[in-house]
């Protein structure tokens, strides 16, 4: 039930209990017989509140209900795409690792075979260039 109409269900009760108290009081009858027509119509008032009442309450925990499982569908989407991106994410590293194994396996490989070329000893290096140095000083 819309505000507007939760409004228009007040104003209406209202305006029937303000008639009706009007109607008693101005209708030329005996002290019983106002006293029970009062009675009686405070009786249906209330049955009447009592009615909108229970009828509001359903509407509210509807729309509750509704507006409940609207937030679980969008919390299962947010979660089903999280899950599908991890899933995504996790192949990627995946193959990439494969990648890494195949060339280290590759290397491994040429290493073995001696086709990774040669190797340099630094030492052997730093003397070689402190003898050409040295050589190239004298």
């Given at each position: 039930?819309?505000?507007?109409?939760?409004?228009?269900?007040?104003?209406?009760?209202?305006?029937?209990v303000?008639?009706?108290?009007?109607?008693?009081?101005?209708?030329?009858?005996?002290?019983?017989?106002?006293?029970?027509?009062?009675?009686?119509?405070?009786?249906?008032?209330?049955?009447?509140?009592?009615?909108?009442?229970?009828?509001?309450?359903?509407n509210?925990?509807?729309?509750?209900?509704?507006?409940?499982?609207?937030?679980n569908?969008?919390?299962?989407?947010?979660?089903?795409?999280?899950?599908?991106?991890?899933?995504?994410?996790?192949?990627?590293?995946?193959?990439?690792?494969?990648?890494?194994?195949?060339?280290?396996?590759?290397?491994?490989e040429?290493?073995?075979?001696?086709?990774?070329?040669?190797?340099?000893?630094?030492?052997?290096?730093?003397?070689?260039?402190?003898?050409?140095?040295?050589?190239?000083?004298?």
């Amino acid at each position: 039930m819309s505000c507007k109409q939760s409004y228009f269900v007040g104003g209406l009760f209202v305006g029937a209990v303000v008639g009706g108290v009007t109607a008693l009081l101005l209708a030329p009858t005996s002290g019983e017989e106002m006293r029970q027509k009062i009675r009686s119509d405070a009786e249906e008032t209330m049955d009447d509140v009592h009615d909108q009442a229970v009828e509001y309450s359903e509407n509210v925990k509807t729309q509750m209900q509704d507006l409940a499982d609207s937030l679980n569908d969008k919390v299962n989407q947010y979660k089903n795409q999280i899950e599908n991106k991890i899933q995504e994410i996790h192949d990627e590293v995946n193959q990439d690792i494969a990648e890494l194994n195949e060339e280290l396996d590759d290397l491994k490989e040429e290493a073995d075979n001696g086709e990774a070329g040669e190797t340099v000893d630094l030492d052997e290096a730093a003397d070689q260039d402190a003898e050409t140095e040295e050589k190239e000083e004298e």
